[in-house]
C-alpha cells in the first residue's frame, strides 16, 4: 500500500466536519479544486468513495463520518503534543484554554467572542482535553472538565461551574410523536441514544417509573455525537441542559422531563496553582477565592479577567435555565 496520505486525510476531516469542500477551503486557505483534488486522491489511496455524490452537494457516507470523527481527535493530540514540545515564552500573554470537546463545542467557543471583544488585548488558545484521559496543565491557564465530585488534582484548584445532570430531550417531530405519552408507554416505539453506555437510561426508567428496561439503541462514545444525533430526530436522549441551552430556547430540542440523572457530575473549571500558594476551591463568583486564585497563575492579570469573565457568563446561563 502507497504511502499514508496525512495532507489529504487533515483536508477530508475539515470537509467532513463543516459539511462543505468550499468552507473546508476558506479553513484551509487553499481553492476549493484543491480541495476536491485531495478529497479524489484520497479516494483513491482508499479505492472506494468517501461521499455520495448523487445530490447537489457532496455527503459523507457512514464510514467517512466513522473516519471522520477518529481524525478530529487525533489531530486534537497532535497539535496538543506539538503545543508541549514547542518553547514558549514565559512572558507570552496568551491564555491557553483546555477544554473537553462537549464544553468547547457546545458553551465555551460560542461564548467566546465575547471575552474577545472585551479584551482584544489578550490572546487565546483554545485546546482539547479528553473525558478520561490525564490531563497535563503544565502550559495551561485553565482547564473545563466534566467530573463526579469536585476534582481533587495536585496543583490545582476547582470552581463549580455548571450541572452536569442530565435529563431526556428530543426533537420537536419527536415530541410531537408522543401526544402527551409519558416515556415508559412510549417505550416499544421510540428509540433511546445512548451516551458511551446504556447504564443512563436505565437508572433514570427505575426513578422515573420503577421500572427496568432493557433498551436497545445506537451508542455514542462523544457527547458531540449524541447531541448531533438527538438534533437530527434519531430518537430521546439523555442530556445536560446547561449544554444544550441553544438547542432548547431555540426549539431545536424539547425537554421532556425534570427527573434527572447523574446529579453528582458536574461541570468544573481547574486551575494551576503554584506551590505553596494558598488558594480557595470556591465558586467562580466568590470574591476572596478569585483574589488568592490570581497569584497561582502563570499570567495573573489576564486569567483574573477571563474568570470574572466566566463567573458573568455562569451566572447568567444559570438564570436562563
Given amino acids: 500500500m502507497s504511502q499514508l496520505p496525512l495532507n489529504a486525510l487533515r483536508v477530508f476531516e475539515s470537509v467532513v466536519r463543516h459539511g462543505s469542500f468550499r468552507a473546508a477551503a476558506d479553513e484551509l486557505c487553499v481553492s476549493q479544486s484543491a480541495v476536491?483534488?485531495?478529497?479524489?486522491?484520497?479516494?483513491?489511496?482508499?479505492?472506494?468513495?468517501?461521499?455520495?455524490?448523487?445530490?447537489?452537494?457532496?455527503?459523507?457516507?457512514?464510514?467517512?463520518?466513522?473516519?471522520?470523527?477518529?481524525?478530529?481527535?487525533?489531530?486534537?493530540?497532535?497539535?496538543?503534543?506539538?503545543?508541549?514540545?514547542?518553547?514558549?515564552?514565559?512572558?507570552?500573554a496568551d491564555l491557553v484554554i483546555a477544554a473537553i470537546p462537549s464544553v468547547a463545542v457546545c458553551w465555551l467557543i460560542p461564548q467566546l467572542s465575547g471575552?474577545?471583544?472585551?479584551?482584544?488585548?489578550?490572546?487565546?488558545?483554545?485546546?482539547?482535553?479528553?473525558?478520561?484521559?490525564?490531563?497535563?496543565?503544565?502550559?495551561?491557564?485553565?482547564?473545563f472538565v466534566y467530573a463526579d465530585g469536585k476534582p481533587h488534582i495536585p496543583g490545582t484548584q476547582a470552581h463549580y461551574l455548571l450541572p452536569g445532570a442530565s435529563v431526556p430531550v428530543c426533537s420537536p417531530a419527536i415530541a410531537t410523536t408522543l401526544n402527551g405519552e409519558n416515556l415508559l408507554s412510549a417505550s416499544n416505539t421510540l428509540v433511546?441514544?445512548?451516551?458511551?453506555?446504556?447504564?443512563?437510561?436505565?437508572?433514570?426508567?427505575?426513578k422515573a417509573h420503577d421500572s427496568d428496561q432493557s433498551l436497545s439503541g445506537p451508542v455514542f462514545e462523544d457527547f458531540n455525537l449524541l447531541r448531533a444525533a438527538v438534533l437530527a430526530?434519531?430518537?430521546?436522549?439523555?442530556?445536560?441542559?446547561?449544554?444544550?441551552?441553544?438547542?432548547?430556547?431555540?426549539?431545536?430540542?424539547?425537554?421532556?422531563?425534570?427527573?434527572?440523572?447523574?446529579?453528582?457530575?458536574?461541570?468544573?473549571?481547574?486551575?494551576?496553582v503554584t506551590?505553596?500558594?494558598?488558594?480557595?476551591?470556591?465558586?467562580?463568583?466568590?470574591?476572596?477565592?478569585?483574589?488568592?486564585?490570581?497569584?497561582?497563575?502563570?499570567?495573573?492579570?489576564?486569567?483574573?479577567?477571563?474568570?470574572?469573565?466566566?463567573?458573568?457568563?455562569?451566572?447568567?446561563?444559570?438564570?436562563?435555565?
Fill in 275 to 321: 506551590p505553596g500558594t494558598h488558594t480557595a476551591s470556591g465558586p467562580l463568583n466568590d470574591t476572596g477565592a478569585n483574589a488568592d486564585a490570581t497569584r497561582g497563575t502563570r499570567h495573573s492579570e489576564a486569567a483574573g479577567l477571563f474568570r470574572q469573565w466566566l463567573a458573568e457568563l455562569t451566572t447568567a446561563t444559570s438564570q436562563a435555565g
Fill in 36 to 92: 476536491s483534488h485531495q478529497i479524489r486522491h484520497l479516494e483513491q489511496w482508499f479505492d472506494a468513495p468517501l461521499f455520495d455524490r448523487s445530490g447537489s452537494r457532496p455527503r459523507a457516507l457512514q464510514r467517512a463520518e466513522e473516519l471522520a470523527d477518529t481524525l478530529r481527535h487525533s489531530l486534537a493530540e497532535i497539535q496538543h503534543a506539538c503545543e508541549r514540545a514547542r518553547p514558549r515564552n514565559s512572558g507570552s
Fill in 192 to 206: 433511546f441514544l445512548h451516551d458511551s453506555d446504556t447504564q443512563g437510561w436505565q437508572t433514570w426508567f427505575r
Fill in 115 to 143: 471575552f474577545r471583544q472585551r479584551h482584544p488585548e489578550i490572546a487565546t488558545r483554545v485546546i482539547y482535553a479528553f473525558h478520561g484521559q490525564a490531563l497535563d496543565l503544565t502550559d495551561v491557564d485553565f482547564a
Fill in 233 to 272: 430526530g434519531q430518537g430521546v436522549a439523555l442530556c445536560p441542559p446547561a449544554m444544550l441551552q441553544d438547542d432548547l430556547h431555540s426549539a431545536r430540542l424539547v425537554q421532556l422531563s425534570d427527573i434527572s440523572v447523574k446529579e453528582s457530575w458536574n461541570y468544573y473549571l481547574l486551575e494551576p
